[in-house]
């Protein structure tokens, strides 16, 4: 009795040890599992990094403006390709050295003071003209920030700059352009309001409309006398059928035209003398000795021909 005692004893503390090793060799199973699986999301997550770094890169490399990082001493930490191209050195160059040190000397100064004020202030927005390698100036529409991770501790001080220069040249280009049309237009209008016209061998006539001021009494006096020697005329007429008013200025224009074309040879007819112009301008004693004065543009232009017969 105590023999089978003892063997159903012994039997069952077998029993005890395998099951001990089963559920050891169980956990043991769990935890290869748990490494496993763990790893593949070690994995995962390294891959799903690999993608967002290239992703990031792609952009960097292919966009037109100048972007880099900079730490706390002002050294580069990421440059992208356009902004190798600008200092005239490789990435890999670049990584590591102050930025200062790639600027022109006159640029550097206020270049690590915007990044000192953008990692102190925050976000700068600006234009900075600078020197490029091959020595031409360059305008760049400017933006730093700073860069902190995710406890808010600063990092350093990124930077994108876009080159402007091509729009400021085309908007030059354009305001250049936009000052000859003007200028064209001013042209055409001293030309409208200040026609003056051959009518003869040697004989020129300038109808005058509308009012005249000191600036268009230049003009007017400009024409007759360019016109006179252009023509090589002997005989100019007046006509002041158009003009609104009649003061002393407009006056003193006419009696000043002929005594500047009796200078250069010519005689000066005034047409369009109507009877209340001409008593304004006794009124206003006016000297008009030694002009022709007629009652229509028709009557002096026949004067001027029948003259030079």
Do not use: C
């Amino acid at each position: 009795m105590n023999e089978g005692a003892e063997r159903a004893s012994g039997i069952e503390a077998e029993r005890d040890e395998l099951r001990a090793e089963v559920e050891r060799l169980r956990r043991r199973l769990a935890e290869v599992e748990g490494a496993a699986a763990s790893g593949t999301e070690s994995k995962r997550v390294d891959q799903d990094l690999l993608a967002q770094q290239a992703v990031l890169r792609a952009f960097l490399d292919n966009t037109p403006a100048l972007m880099f990082v900079k730490d706390l001493e002002g050294r580069f930490v990421l440059v992208n390709e356009e902004y190798a191209k600008f200092a005239g050195r490789t990435t890999a160059e670049l990584l590591g050295r102050l930025g200062t040190s790639v600027l022109a000397a006159a640029d550097a100064p206020k270049m690590d003071a915007a990044d000192r004020r953008a990692m102190t202030e925050g976000r700068l927005h600006f234009a900075a003209t600078l020197t490029i390698p091959d020595g031409s100036r360059k305008t760049f529409v400017t933006v730093k920030f700073p860069i902190r991770d995710e406890q808010g501790e600063l990092l350093g001080v990124g930077t994108v700059a876009i080159d402007m220069s091509r729009e400021q040249e085309a908007e030059e280009a354009r305001a250049a352009l936009q000052e000859k049309i003007i200028a064209a237009q001013e042209a055409t209008i001293r030309e409208l309001t200040t026609p003056l016209l051959p009518i003869a061998d040697h004989v020129v006539a300038m109808p005058l409309v509308g009012t005249i001021n000191e600036q268009r009494a230049q003009q007017i006096l400009d024409a007759l006398l360019d016109g006179i020697t252009r023509h090589q005329a002997t005989v100019a007429i007046l006509d002041v059928t158009g003009i609104r008013i009649v003061d002393t200025h407009v006056a003193h224009t006419l009696v000043h035209a002929a005594r500047a074309a009796k200078l250069l040879g010519a005689s000066v007819v005034l047409t369009g003398m109507s009877p209340a112009i001409a008593q304004t301008l006794v009124d206003l004693g006016a000297d008009f000795q030694g002009l022709v004065t007629l009652g229509t543009l028709q009557s002096g232009i026949s004067w001027a021909i029948r003259g030079r017969r």
